[in-house]
Nanobody, 114 residues
Framework: QVQVVESGGGLVQPGGSLRLSCVASGSIFSIYVMGWYRQTPGKQRELVASIRSGVGTYADSVKGRFTISNDYAKNTVDLRMNSLKPEDTAVYYC?????????WGQGTQVTVSS
């Protein structure tokens, strides 16, 4: 069993910053990719950023504003979000792909509003 837990969501004003954190625990043998997705009501879950072998990739909508980083020794992945916009409002989910499967956290709400 693998558990994935996110933290760090909340309410922030436009232009503000937030940092999301995620930790994976349990029977983890080899992590291939760690990433963050987001979803709003009525829409499909979309990839925000992912990191593999230390290299991050980003959705066009967040390039230059968000930074993903991870620590393989601690099985953690963070998402630093700057210059937040109302359209960034969503539930953010952490995703961990391992040799044994694909695991998701429960999600954390990020609301960008004045």
């Amino acid at each position: 069993q693998v558990q994935v837990v996110e933290s760090g969501g909340g309410l922030v004003q436009p232009g503000g910053s937030l940092r999301l954190s995620c930790v994976a625990s349990g029977s983890i043998f080899s992590i291939y990719v760690m990433g963050w997705y987001r979803q709003t009501p009525g829409k499909q879950r979309e990839l925000v950023a992912s990191i593999r072998s230390g290299v991050g990739t980003y959705a066009d909508s967040v390039k230059g504003r968000f930074t993903i980083s991870n620590d393989y020794a601690k099985n953690t992945v963070d998402l630093r979000m700057n210059s937040l916009k109302p359209e960034d409002t969503a539930v953010y989910y952490c995703n961990v792909v391992t040799a044994r499967g694909n695991y998701w956290g429960q999600g954390t709400q990020v609301t960008v509003s004045s």
